[in-house]
């Protein structure tokens, strides 16, 4: 046993495990903050069917919806895990109660606490009574799927689904040991699919794999204190009113079922009737308080859309690069529209296109050249190129980051160094809208990026993905973000960034906008 790392333990029903607590397993024992030093096994697992005959109509609706909906890879697909544990003691605990209120044996738990446990991390062992246990220094540690701070049980999902919430949470939580009776680790918050519960599963549980390996690295290197401090952000009062959600009975559940249907309905007869396309909107007020009703509208012909503007004033003239994507050609590539004072605008020109899909074309100078650095998630690269003729040619400059999922990469040269924000999924299979990560190198060009320890900065769909550059008003940083809880862009938030260095960063909203004042936008 390694005297540095934490001792932890796992509670398991079988080592048959869904494959995101493989993932989640993997990811810990890859890391180098904890090590296993004994796993629990259910000695009598719950073999009953956990839906009787007042939930058949909600038990058929979820098989089906999973068979149709799951995406791969399928994050409830069993995986062995028993060769992880191999080399470390294994018990067999027995669960004692009734009425889905369980205890261990006596005898068990004094076995579990010869082995001076630091952290003993729950899969499995449904109904468990883990708040008065003493088995571990920090705790039960355990997922919630679902908002902790306004539901308790509840089938993973599927209420978010049905009520069309606009988001859907998910935490990690510790309970008993020194964060008693129990304490939110972390907590971050995922865009409902409103079509399919098994689909927003499939979209969320992957994200959540990281979840524990990130805090057990963060108690080890912060130590109990920090660390407290450091998660008591997530431990603010709940809201007034926490309800049990539970699977429903079969009148709700057909009722609720009805409503996934008919928002189906909805969805294919507005994709068949309308023609949904991005497009942009200028005014040249410079007061922040406009009214976007007198914003003017340009639009892309029909079969193209036009996203992602970011704006360069040169000489009189404004050049707004964009990625312009082509519906016949299912890609985008990056284009330039130049627009005089008066409002004047000409068709976009192509100025940078590749074999798979660009967009976000971040511009942005440097010793009076312009760089730019589009996003190419596609490619699994961060590029930058450089500007040889403003505004239409570009040639290739170098990859800043490689083997990596990003999206909406956006730099900034601020207190002497070079900071990149990105969007990224840790797992693949999860979308990359949730969470920012932040690096920062001393040169642009050393290929040189520190990760900042507090990675990921942001944690959450509301705010996490970039809206174009930051910028310096009034002596203060404003960052801003994307709202993607209703939907890919759906808002756009100004964020002060109150705290940026090597160790820290914090940032709080100062403004909000939303699709409010025309009924046609999303």
């Known amino acids: ?32 903050a904890g090590e296993f030093v004994l796993a629990i096994l259910n000695g009598a697992p719950d073999k009953s069917n956990k839906y009787d005959g007042s939930t058949i109509v909600y038990s058929i609706f979820n098989q089906i919806d999973e068979r149709l909906s799951t995406k791969e890879p399928n994050p409830f697909a069993k995986i062995n895990v028993a060769g992880l544990f191999s080399n470390i003691p294994v018990i067999k605990a027995i669960q004692t109660g009734k009425n889905g209120d369980w205890l261990l044996n006596e005898s068990d738990i004094q076995e579990i606490k010869k082995y001076q446990l630091d952290i003993l991390i729950k899969f499995g062992f449904e109904g468990l009574q883990i708040e008065t246990l003493n088995l571990a220094k920090y705790g039960v540690w355990f997922y919630h799927h679902g908002d902790d701070r306004v539901m308790r049980a509840g089938p993973p999902g599927f209420w978010e689904v049905v009520e069309n919430w606009p988001e859907t949470s998910s935490a990690l939580l510790a309970a008993g040991g020194k964060f008693s009776p129990n304490r939110v680790l972390f907590r971050s918050h995922f865009v409902t699919y409103p079509l399919s519960p098994a689909r927003q599963r499939s979209y969320y549980f992957w994200a959540t794999t990281t979840f524990l390996s990130r805090q057990i690295n963060l108690l080890q290197q912060l130590g109990e204190a920090e660390y407290c401090r450091e998660t008591d952000k997530f431990n603010a009062a709940p809201l007034p009113e926490v309800k049990r959600y539970e699977a429903p009975s079969n009148f709700p559940a ?155 990469s956006t730099l900034i040269h601020y207190s002497n160094k070079w900071w990149l924000f990105t969007a990224m999924a ?97």
């Open 1 to 32: 046993m390694n005297p540095h790392k934490l001792k932890l333990g796992i509670l398991l029903d079988s080592f048959d495990v869904p494959a995101w607590v493989e993932d989640a397993i993997q990811r810990v024992i890859n890391g180098n």
């Open 254 to 408: 057909a009722k609720a079922i009805v409503k996934i249907i008919v928002r189906l309905i909805r969805e294919f007869l507005q994709r068949i009737l309308y023609m949904k396309q991005w497009f942009l909107l200028f005014s040249f007020n410079k007061d922040e308080a406009v009214n976007f009703h007198t914003f003017r509208k340009i639009a892309p012909p029909k079969g193209f859309f036009w996203a992602d503007p970011h704006a360069v004033q040169l000489r009189g003239k404004y050049y707004i690069f964009i990625e312009e994507f082509s519906q016949v050609k299912n890609k985008g590539y990056i284009s330039v529209i130049e627009l005089d004072e008066e409002g004047n605008w000409k068709a976009p020109v192509k100025i940078l296109e590749k074999d798979y899909h660009l967009s976000y074309p971040f511009i942005f100078k440097w010793n009076d050249k312009f760089y730019m650095v589009p996003e190419s998630r596609a490619n699994k690269t961060i590029d930058l190129y450089e500007c040889v003729d403003f505004p239409y040619q570009w040639n290739f400059k170098q990859c800043l980051m490689e083997n990596i999922s990003a999206v909406d």
């Open 426 to 522: 840790e797992n693949e299979a999860a979308a990359p809208n949730v969470e920012l990560f932040l690096f920062y190198a001393d040169d642009l060009f050393s290929g040189k990026w520190t990760a900042h320890p507090k990675n990921p900065i942001v944690s959450d769909v509301k705010s996490a993905r970039s809206a174009g550059s930051l910028f310096v008003k009034d002596g203060k940083l404003f960052r801003p973000s994307q709202d993607c809880s209703k939907g890919y862009g759906h808002g756009i938030d100004l964020n002060e960034v109150e705290v940026i260095n090597e160790a820290e960063y914090r940032e709080r909203n100062t403004l909000s906008i939303r699709p409010d004042w025309d009924k046609n936008i999303e």
